[in-house]
């Protein structure tokens, strides 16, 4: 008899918890019309918690092709595959946007290493994107730690013959990641151009992420202005080892880091955007675009940064196709290629949406990792961050509470005007950053329910963009 | 000078996309007191995000010490540990409150096996808390699939010498998974009594999970009325298990399963709630009390049920203390004993509680996994309902938007009464029934920024409860 009473009472417990959020949608006063787009919300959501396919594509696009550099054969695959799926879903028009992109190879893995009291440690490191290689031999010089762009600045010529090690860490206060990320990433983007000047040998930087492991993370670079002559080879060493090398550095200020990466930026190679289309029923001529970027690091297999943005897109159009739900506007997913190393993919699709005449009227660009939705990012006019923002009580039955004014994406900011109304998907960033350019970006890391939410989440405000940014846009004839 | 080019619109993209995030606090107008609030919640979050102890003391309590079931040693030992970090963090008293548990112990590692068309499928099973064993032989004997006990009891004798297999998996369509898991346990915690009733040989049932995988996940379970005699074994079996055997069932409806147990319960065993508490400066008299409980299954690392719950309560204290925060009321920590398998540590607590006249003001229970922060489900007086939900402002730059009506938790749920704020933590649901009981629930599951956050929010609403509640609940003297 006890036992029945405890289950009751933990049952009770458990349903009282939790039938709140399950009813929500109707505790709120919502007109005949929100009825309706908050039916048909629900119905995405059943249907991609349901029968949802991205996370059997994402599997397919991960462990089947891997990482996809842009240049490489395994990019080359992606845009195949890609194309293929975009058709088995069977959109009105699939078709390859021919675009030239940067192609830089990491060549053999790097190794780095030096001695202190004797012992010799091991340094995880991965060349920066577009960094030249070392000497076949190495760099073998003395260390010097800095913060900041500005305190290199400040080195000049000491830092002559050294390697310039940047170490200024996440803020770990910030509480979205992608601030602290934007914090403190210009280290690793213009660290090389700012000491190659000053003669430096290397540049390494403290890998761009909150948590403290021993994965480097990789990510782009530039030389910017530097003379060819100037440049000088940079990579990322795991957090760990920027913890440990500079408690070394205190103790030893003269040891010497070797370090060795054989990396090189071959002739720009062909490739492409992988479009498709369902034709608008009422105004075609207007475009809603969604995408991702296909392109990837290629230390992992690219899964939250950004397969799941891509596989998500694609779900979008899959879950109106299924649910009979018609665009009003032509709504477009992109497969962007080259996001990571040059956004040629974009500029490429911008320049001839431009060319072409094309009016988009709305974009969508999910690449923040797939990770528990939050809600929304708004870069547009301010009459539709404030009807987008009106949505609030649809979507945050879902735990979409975000709707904040804010840039949108890399791959759909060149579309950006005066009536394009452009958005970011912004799923919870809390672990994105331990896997962000690194090899453990992968798979596995990818939860089902958290991908199904997202892609019902972008599937939500797309179909309220095609329908209320329809008849709020001056349609251009 | 395009690589400059480039970088800068990255960099523009990614600083737009996320200042938002760290001024909206200032956004927002807030009155004196509440910019004091908001400046004393983002200390409290700034600490925890940088001097937290939380994740240490989980990977202590998780990989030294393990699974904690009551009764057994590990739990034994936890309640050492639990004292000795609450001594360590400088509360103001610390003691152990004697409570009897259950002792149900697993024995030896269960096995399932069945054939096919020639082919034998091991079936990843284990048994249920408070089952009886199997014959030592095992059970042998076809199997009837139900959805619902309903439908079981209307099988009545022709179950009799059958193994019932429960096999309704969780709604899907349900956002929140605890709402999915509620809709679902009755099959595992009476199923057995259903079935024994009429004779059945034992009971099986699909694990609660959202997700499809190879892990059984056990949970406790109930004989209710029935008589001894009529007690029969009962097991979970994995999700993919009971998809492959229901599948087998119709193609082969004869199959016959095997299963073995050697679980027992033992005589109640001694054991304690830990307690610690910080002296009200004010009216010591009032209590806040925050807390999770310190046993857990045995078959994973009990880490984020309810390691985290136990370690994020200290943390309230912890992080009150460092940054000098005195409450006027008591604020008491209390590591529950036995919630998985009786409640009697959170029964004991209430019972001498109203034997010592105690007067709690208001609880905090953290016993839903150490995911990202959503918000609190808040169990208490329409008055102080609204007086929590008038927090938002304060809550939502941290992602707390969550702050509807609902239960608290099994452990303070005994509090209940007019004048005493339940209040259940409630971080992000969606990877929570992926480990939830199962060999899968271990420290690396966790997320050091999450698991923070989360200490932060639950010392955000403590220290808004005792400054606010404080006013506004008549003193017991």
Chains 1, 2 share one sequence.
Not at 10 to 29: A, M, P, R
Not at 344 to 364: D, F, M, T, V, W
Request: aromatic content about 8%; glycine content about 10%; hydrophobic content about 35%.
């Amino acid at each position: 008899m006890k036992n029945i009473l405890l289950f009751i009472s933990v049952f009770f417990l458990i349903i009282s918890c939790n039938q709140k959020q399950e009813t929500i949608i109707n505790s709120k006063k919502l007109s005949l019309e929100e009825e309706k787009d908050s039916t048909n919300i629900k119905t995405l959501f059943n249907s991609a918690l349901t029968d949802g396919k991205s996370y059997e594509w994402l599997r397919d696009l991960t462990q089947n092709i891997g990482g996809r550099l842009s240049g490489s054969p395994e990019a080359a695959k992606s845009v195949v595959w890609g194309e293929k799926i975009m058709k088995e879903v069977g959109l009105d028009s699939v078709w390859l946007q021919p675009v030239m992109v940067p192609h830089w190879v990491r060549g053999e893995k790097e190794a780095a290493s030096y001695t202190i009291n004797g012992v010799e440690r091991n340094v995880p490191i991965c060349a920066l994107g577009f960094s030249i290689a070392t000497p076949k031999s190495g760099v073998l010089a003395e260390v010097i730690e800095v913060k900041t762009l500005e305190e290199a600045k400040t080195l000049g010529n000491k830092m002559t013959g050294k390697i310039v090690f940047f170490n200024r860490p996440f803020d770990d206060q910030l509480i979205n990641t992608f601030s602290a990320y934007g914090g403190c990433v210009d280290q690793r983007v213009n660290g090389a151009a700012v000491c190659g000047e000053f003669g430096a040998k290397g540049v390494i930087v403290r890998s761009m992420t909150n948590s403290v492991d021993d994965f480097p993370h990789t990510g782009t670079m530039s030389y910017g202005d530097l003379p060819k002559e100037k440049y000088i080879p940079t990579a990322a060493i795991s957090s760990r080892a920027a913890n440990i090398l500079s408690a070394d550095l205190k103790q030893n200020p003269n040891l010497k880091l070797y370090f060795k990466q054989s990396c090189k930026t071959l002739s720009d190679a062909p490739s492409f955007n992988v479009i498709g289309e369902i034709r608008g029923s009422e105004t075609p001529e207007n475009i809603v675009v969604v995408g991702g970027h296909l392109d990837s690091w290629d230390l992992g297999e690219g899964a939250h940064d950004d397969g799941t943005g891509i596989v998500q897109s694609l779900e979008v159009a899959y879950l109106f196709k299924k649910n009979n739900i018609k665009p009003k506007n032509t709504l477009r997913v992109v497969f962007f290629m080259n996001e990571e190393n040059g956004t040629r993919g974009a500029k490429k699709y911008a320049e001839l949406s431009k060319l072409n005449k094309e009016n988009h009227i709305g974009g969508l660009e999910s690449d923040a990792g797939g990770h528990t939705p939050r809600g929304f990012s708004i870069d547009a006019n301010t009459v539709n961050t404030e009807l987008l923002q009106s949505w609030k009580k649809l979507l945050s039955p879902y735990g979409l509470h975000d709707l904040d004014k804010g840039g949108s994406g890399a791959d759909i900011g060149p579309l950006k005007g005066e009536n394009v109304t452009l958005v970011g998907y912004r799923p919870d960033s809390q672990r994105y950053f331990d896997y962000h350019h690194t090899s453990t970006d992968t798979f596995d890391k990818v939860n089902k329910r958290e991908l199904e939410l997202g892609s019902a989440s972008m599937a939500s405000i797309i179909y309220l963009m095609d329908k209320y940014l329809y008849s709020n846009t001056p349609v251009k004839l």
